[in-house]
């Protein structure tokens, strides 16, 4: 047996675990063992910062409850999760719209809200409307897609943060017509820091970065025969556009309110048209990056 060096204790773990039968587990972890390697040979690795590490990892586990998913906002910040959402849009058979993460405030039980109704209980005088679309990627509209969307106040608050999310509000699910239109009211919402309070946010703060995503409006819109579109709208005079703590800004999801357009299917109050593109379903899997994190214990 030879003795194992910084470089061939690679090729060591690599054969060990070559014997792994579910092919799919065998490529992931053998990719992840090389570039785990390499990267703790290009820093230099001391033991001090591997115990740092691992202390790290055990308090963002710790911080993990049935309503709070520090690993998955571990992923965000470091752009991991925008990047699996980049990968898996680009292995789409069809280009569909854009995906931006789900994030932490996304609800299953979001009240039915009527074609034009609002999502918001109590609005007030910033009122806008939102319309336009659903289509394949061929422009026929997708009759009956479900547009579930959901936002923060204009206090910058999801509902899940007032009152230990006693109330649903500033949410809700818009059946589109038979022409795959929508058309609902909701309040502009603002921009507001990820939660910081945790390990997560120790690291974003000596990092020196401000901790903040751009006020947007989120979208899981689904249909049947189509891959589920999780993303959403971003707007164009956030100070943090260019910026976003998660990096789940692109350039197709940036909108500006129009005052008066002539299109609108409601006047009197600034509106946003979109129309989302569904790619045809071309396989199983879920396109949600995210999840709710009582799913996520439940299962582990
Ligand atoms: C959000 O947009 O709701 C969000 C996404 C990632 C981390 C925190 C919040
Ligand atoms: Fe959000």
Known sequence: MDDLSPETVTDAALAQMATTRDPRLREVMASLVRHLHDFARDVKLTPDEWLAAIGFLTRVGQACTPTRQEFILLSDVLGLSALVNLVHDAEAPELGTTSSMLGPFYREDAPEVPLGGSIVADPDGKEMLLYGRVTDTKGNGVPGALVQVWQTNAEGWYDLQVAGGAATDMRGNIRCDADGCYHLRTVRPIGYSIPLDGPVGELVRRQDRHGCRPAHIHFLIGAPGFRELVTALYLSDDPHIDSD???????????????????????????????????????PGSNRVGADPKQILAVS
């Open 245 to 283: 703590t998660v990096f789940g800004v692109s350039r197709t999801l940036v909108v500006s309110p129009v005052e008066n357009d002539p299109a609108a299917p409601v006047r009197g109050i600034p509106s946003i048209r979109y129309d989302f593109r569904l790619a045809r379903e071309s396989g």
